[in-house]
């Protein structure tokens, strides 16, 4: 049985799916159209993506693709732990601008859905740190886009010293939410 958990953002779901332990160990059913639809949730998705990030304090996002390329993406850990954060990006939204956040593990299994309209960004607490995402929507570089990972205006609350952020290139020079006409809209 998969639980699934609304976050303060109610579009943000946290997905518990169950673990048979023996043993042997587990056996999990990591994503199950069916769970999927006996929650209402209706997505197709059509890549699936691994990053591996080796040290602690890596930071990636947050990032997103615009409409007509735009994305929801079922994130989850193989290896190590990561703060998973989603900020809505909705213009209209009553949660414009703000964030929900997940401690995600390869221990605990869990799983953050990060919704169309949200950009999406991780912190890793663990060194070789493993995340596997699906999407509903194939990559498109023209479409890709973010949001500045410190934006005070965001205010999130990453478990790691700004000092000791790993970040792209790309990622470093990202618009602060103020300065970016989101494409989305509730
Ligand atoms: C996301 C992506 C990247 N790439 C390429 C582009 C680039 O050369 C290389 C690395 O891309 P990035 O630096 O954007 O990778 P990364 O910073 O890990 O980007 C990812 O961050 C997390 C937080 C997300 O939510 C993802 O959707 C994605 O944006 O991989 C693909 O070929 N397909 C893809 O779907």
């Not at 890549?47 to 990636?60: A, C, K």
């Not at 409409?67 to 989603?86: E, H, T, W, Y």
């Not at 912190?123 to 999407?135: F, I, Q």
Request: aromatic content about 10%; glycine content about 6%; charged content about 25%.
């Amino acid at each position: 049985m998969t639980t699934f958990t609304r976050l303060a953002i109610p579009d943000v779901i946290l997905i518990q799916p169950a673990r048979f332990g023996d043993e042997r160990g587990y056996f999990c059913e990591t994503y199950a159209k069916r769970a999927f639809d006996e929650a209402g949730i209706d997505l197709v998705f059509v890549q699936d993506n691994e990053s591996l990030s080796r040290q602690v304090g890596v930071v990636r996002g947050l990032h997103f693709q615009t409409p007509a390329f735009s994305q929801a993406k079922l994130v989850r850990v193989l290896r190590g732990a990561i703060f998973d954060v989603a900020v809505d990006l909705r213009k209209g939204s009553p949660s414009f601008g703000r964030w929900v956040a997940a401690t995600l593990t390869a221990a605990n299994g869990e799983q953050l859905l990060v919704p169309h309209g949200f950009a999406h960004g991780f912190c890793t607490l663990e060194a070789e740190t493993l995340v596997a995402y699906k999407v509903d929507a194939p990559y498109s570089r023209p479409n890709d886009a973010g949001i500045l990972w410190s934006d005070p205006d965001l205010a999130i609350d990453w478990p790691v010293a700004a000092a000791d952020v790993v970040l792209s290139d790309k990622d470093r020079a990202l618009p602060r939410l103020r300065d970016f006409d989101t494409p989305f809209v509730l």
